[in-house]
Structures are given as structure tokens and as C-alpha cells.
Nanobody, 127 residues
Framework: QVQLAESGGGLVQAGDSLRLSCAAS????????MGWFRQAPGKEREFVAGIRWSDGYTKYTDSVKGRFAISGGNAKTTVYLQMNSLKSEDTAIYYC????????????????????WGQGTQVTVSS
């Protein structure tokens, strides 16, 4: 019932920046947290960054700390992922996810907690 639409992916050189966007739409849904996950070929989908709306708490996987930043709009229906100093290891399909129930900050990386997922946007970083 909730649709998530990602945009902003593309092909870039190592060291470049990209900003991904995710817009949530639907009828009468709750939104407690949103996150970004990514999946490279042959690998499991992994957590990248998440934000809990109640207090603005953010969490990042170690490999992107200091390079990526997650943020959202005032309406809490849009989330962004600013990606700087991109590396070839960042190449993956990036998915936006939405949690419709209260969530502990420590649980933000748990993909099973999210209720809705977007179709993904491809990010390719070349050397």
C-alpha cells in the first residue's frame, strides 16, 4: 500500500559524489524510520544508513561513516543519501526502505524490520 521510489543513481568515477532520493507515497501509513540498503551481485542485501524520525537518530555501517549522510524532509516522506568519496566497493543496487512501527535505534540495521521497499536504483563506481 506504500510505494517507495528511488532516484539519483548512475555511473560515476571513484571519488565522485551522488545524492540518492527516496519518496514515499500512499494512503494513511505510519512512518517511524527509513533506511538505505544495498546489494551487490552475488551478495546479501546489507544495511547502509538509517534515520529514526522521532529523534533524528542516524546510524551508518562502518564502511560508509564519514563519507555518506542520510537526511530527510520536514514531511518525513522523503529521505536522501548523500554519498561522497565514492569507491568501487560502493557499486550496488541501492534500496530505500520504510518502517511503519516504532523501532529501537539499535534495530535500524535489521532488514527484516522494514515493511516496505523500493525497486532500487543502480550505483556504479568505476576506477
Amino acid at each position: 500500500q506504500v510505494q517507495l521510489a528511488e532516484s539519483g543513481g548512475g555511473l560515476v568515477q571513484a571519488g565522485d559524489s551522488l545524492r540518492l532520493s527516496c519518496a514515499a507515497s500512499g494512503s494513511r501509513f505510519s512512518n517511524y524510520a527509513m533506511g538505505w540498503f544495498r546489494q551487490a551481485p552475488g551478495k546479501e542485501r546489507e544495511f547502509v544508513a538509517g534515520i529514526r524520525w522521532s529523534d533524528g537518530y542516524t546510524k551508518y555501517t562502518d564502511s560508509v561513516k564519514g563519507r555518506f549522510a542520510i537526511s530527510g524532509g520536514n514531511a518525513k516522506t522523503t529521505v536522501y543519501l548523500q554519498m561522497n568519496s565514492l569507491k568501487s566497493e560502493d557499486t550496488a543496487i541501492y534500496y530505500c526502505a520504510l518502517e511503519g512501527h516504532p523501532i529501537a535505534a539499535e534495530s535500524l540495521p535489521e532488514r527484516s524490520r522494514y515493511d516496505y521497499w523500493g525497486q532500487g536504483t543502480q550505483v556504479t563506481v568505476s576506477s
